[in-house]
């Protein structure tokens, strides 16, 4: 009795919740006992610099926001691909799986913080407002348009590696998803008519995790050699934290061919400040009493809203999930989802 005052701080982990009205419960249960504001939802994502860095870029720079929309891009890509698989955790990963672990929470995070409208301030509501309007204008799904839409993974055994089944407490007849992709669509005027495809999975080739905004093309090329869509700028969050926009250049000599050349930033090594980790920088803000890089409740809540209808079609889906080589990039799918190429030697996904 009488523990809980105005400067106490509740830190809650994600997953909150299997869905939305177990989220909700939660909310509502701790709710019950403390205020909105002294509610710190960790989503270690908003904890990166790398993550941060995409609102400075656009929003400290004139050069970037103007082109930041439908008039000059044509889809976004945000991929968080992992080379690790389940490890020790089958247990709490087979109830879990791939859209809650890491959809709902660090990918929404990504889509917010590069689709959101420039923010009032830097203070916390007025960053999360424009998030919350972000999930809140993600055109629904329905139970039926998640299987135009949404892919589900999962990863198999190949040369020496295990597959999911094999994993440790995984039951052998588990659908639970390792790989998921979603087209998303945002309903407003920025956005209209632009795809984000939001990707991730287990057991990939490599450890990448990026936001790329590939632009539309020019009318016409007058330079040969010239690429279509030549121009996209990668926001790598991991392993590197770097900012790479493609652009085409002269290539040297008497002729007037030309060819993509990254212009690249590499935040590690040219900028000389220490980058905290994100776990380290969230718990400094919960003890300042700092609720920027927290998820709110009702941003949480349309967040699991958004991904219900998938959740929904999972559960009557009695088809298996696609099975995709471990250690691979997969397999083309539909809509091209699952491959990623090399450009320039460094990894960018090669999906417009
Ligand atoms: C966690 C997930 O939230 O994020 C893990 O539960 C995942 O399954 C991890 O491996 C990925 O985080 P990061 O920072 O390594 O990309």
Redo the contacts with the bound molecule.
């Keep these: 009795m009488g523990l809980n005052a105005d400067n106490v701080r509740v830190v809650l982990e ?1 997953p909150l919740g299997t869905d939305l009205a177990s989220s909700q419960q939660i909310n509502n249960d701790v709710g019950s006992f403390f205020k909105e504001e002294q509610i710190y939802r960790i989503d ?1 994502y908003l904890g990166k610099e790398s993550l941060q860095n995409v609102l400075a870029l656009r929003f400290a720079n004139v050069m970037f926001e103007p082109m930041w929309n439908n008039k000059y891009i044509k889809s976004v890509q945000l991929t ?1 691909a ?1 080379q ?1 698989g389940v490890e020790e955790r089958g247990e709490f990963y087979d109830i879990t799986g791939a859209l809650r ?2 959809v709902q929470n ?1 990918l929404m995070q990504m889509l917010c913080m590069t689709a959101m409208e420039p923010p009032k301030s830097l203070d916390a509501d007025d960053v999360r407002d424009e998030k919350v309007k972000v999930i809140k204008s993600l055109k629904p799904l329905t139970i039926e348009s998640v299987n135009e839409n949404v892919v589900r993974g999962q990863y198999t055994e190949a040369r020496d590696m295990k597959g999911y089944l094999q994993e440790l407490n995984i039951p052998a007849e588990s659908f639970t998803e390792t790989y998921v992709a979603i087209k998303a669509e945002i309903d407003n005027e920025r956005w209209q008519g632009v795809p984000f495809y939001l990707r991730t999975g287990k057991r990939m080739a490599d450890k990448v ?1 990026e936001i790329v905004l590939n632009f539309r093309d020019l009318d016409s090329h007058i330079f040969p050699g010239s690429q279509p869509f030549a121009n996209r700028l990668v926001i790598e969050l ?1 392993p590197f934290d770097s900012v790479r926009l493609c652009v085409q250049v002269k290539t040297p000599g008497t002729g007037n061919n030309v060819e993509v050349t990254p212009m690249t930033i590499d935040l590690d090594k040219q900028l000389t400040g220490r980058r905290p980790e ?1 776990y380290e920088r969230l718990l400094l803000d919960v003890i300042n009493g700092n609720l920027a890089l927290f998820n709110r409740r009702d941003e949480l809540e349309a967040a699991w809203e958004y991904v219900m209808p998938i959740l929904d079609n999972w559960a009557k889906n009695t088809q298996a999930p696609h099975g995709y080589a471990a250690h691979s990039w997969g397999r083309k799918q539909r809509v091209n989802y699952w491959r990623v190429t090399a450009i320039n030697g460094t990894k960018s996904s090669s999906i417009v």
């Design positions: 994600k270690h968080i992992e690790l672990d890491m660090h995790a991991q994100a």
